[in-house]
């Protein structure tokens, strides 16, 4: 790297280097791969689901109507083709983690494993352009693979469910996929952070594995699961036939309960990228086929929730200098 | 050079690793945390069920039973299972990837390669401790479930002892089929990590995609014990799905043998293979041949990154 090239030259110097070896060792690719395929097994078996239901309601009205009775009484199945990215949304929340993690631990190992970075830190270049450069990487990787992912079932959409796609739709997507990459964003700050800091990068990686753990999976998994509507297949209320001004009543009486359940769920990112994610894509029922515009002044705690959390592990990880004796330890 | 030799230098190994460490320290909390969830969240809902009662008998309506009457005490412990199958498997895979990866970093198969020692012997001492730090692991998650039992006002029968006992032993199973895949990937694969991420692609496909091709469980219904029981909808596709992945689908095996085993599985649930309990210990016997092959034909030279 020559000592005359600008900072900003010498930041995409390393950033360039880091995506010719993705491409070249087809990390990149397998990526993209994977995480699509999961995302469209999800968003497939739910439009399959779906129209099983749908048939199933036309079997019966057709029942009720030959037997000449009201078909009103059964409920039609609803459709809005943005619901059936729950599963898509969900293979991000996790699938998409682990990619953004293995993606930071390899930025961080790629110079580490061969001693090039205590090399490359005796140039003139200052830590916080390496580490920039490394985390734009990062930002720019969970862009394009979630472009795939979005394009690939937004083109589905329309063919699967049978229902064109509004441009309003296509807004929504688009915010969808920008909570992503800040999602994605944070998680590679947080693989690369933990592996550049580590005694090995593969020890950095087992402890970002265990905070993945612990933030995309326990957390709200504790929160689901202490859900008093997920402790009975179909609901308690549902299955109690209670109506909802009644259940809102008996709600109200677990107040300390629920406020403990949704402190533990807050706790995690993803559970914010999910609510967020849900309510803009209609996927929750309240806010299906409600305008844009209230749903995010009402979900804006969420985004700025997201949006903490990767500038702060971003900024995290750019101000803490890297320790050359560290690196040489590396055993 | 016996076999317990290098079991003991492995798990001497092991113990000093701080990963493994902070993976155990994690899973034995979570695992006393799921016996009170489980009691919290069944006492939360007889509490709404009274409730229910109260407005449903005010209205003149028919009172259906408490679903959550009569359900066993080990059902409190509902989340053992799931914390089982990410948090402990996980943990396996990682032990796993560390007594091949440890050993490749210190430089020491080399060494080790020019003892007179057959190979299939060193491969046999590497899986034995693999099998030992899953034991301690169970055996950790064991020792808190049974403290958080009796610490709970739960009425256990010796039946349900038992039923633990099993439900342990059932765990200790899937864990170790991931350890000793993580194992077997470690020894075949050289760089860095690419043994543990190998396993973990495995472990995240059979836990989070194939419940979704056999029954439309979406990821984070298929760590919720209640959520992950789903019926298989009624359509061919997933009829014919179900029939084809579910041998395979192992995490969904797991959990509907914990639920059986451990009194929460809904009435009439059928498994998604009609022999789950076969296809553990396939998966477990599969898991144990590849780690005993990859080990056996490992390159004593230790690869590129020796």
Redesign the interface.
Known sequence: MPDTLSPMAQMATIGLRDAREALRDRFVLVAIA?LT??AL??FV??A??L??DA??YAQAKALLLKLGKDASVIAAPELYPLKLL??TI??I???GA?IAL?AG?RAA?AER?NQALALILTRPLHHWQYLAAKLAGGVGLAAVLLAVVFTVTGMLLPWVSGVALSAGDALRLVIAWGAGVLYLAGIYALGFGLSLWAR????G???A??LW??VV??A???G???D?D????GG??A????PKA?QDR?KA??AL?ETIRGGIEQASVTKHY?RLTFAVLGIKDSYTGKPLGPILTEKRGDLLFLLFFTLGIGGVVLLRPINPDRLTKE? | MTVMLIVRQALSGIVRD???L??VV?FAA?VA?SAF?GW???N??N???G??VD??TAQG?VV?PN??HQTPPLASLR?LP??IS??GA?AAI?IGQELV?AER??GVLPLIGSRPVPHGRVAVARMLALLIATAFLITVAGAVAILALLSLPLQMQVADWGALAWALLLGWTYMSAFGLLALGFAARLQG??AG??AA??VW?AIT??LP??TG?V???AA?????A??LV???P??HWLSRLLGPVSLSEAFGWLEARTMGYL?EGLAPRAPLPLLGLWLAFVGSAAFAFHANKTLDPNGGCDA
């Open positions: 994977a395929l999961a097994v999800s078996t739910g399959i689901a129209n099983g048939a199933t729950r599963g969900e293979q929340e996790i699938m682990v293995v631990y190992a494993g090995s990068p593969a020890a990686l087992i402890t594995f265990a753990l612990m999976l326990v709200p998994q504790i689901d699961t202490m008093p997920n402790q009975v297949a308690i209320y299955q109690l036939s209670v009644e008996i009486g677990f309960y999910e055993t | 701080r990963g493994v902070l993976l994690i979570m945390v969830l919290s969240a069944t939360t809902v509490a709404i069920y409730q229910a407005w449903l309506a259906p679903p959550m989340n799931v914390y990410f948090l996980f990682v990866e970093r210190a860095t990590a543990l991420l973990t692609v995240l989070f995609v979704a091709l439309n979406n990821p984070t760590i919720n014990p209640v959520s029981l789903a909808p009624d359509t596709v997933f809904p």
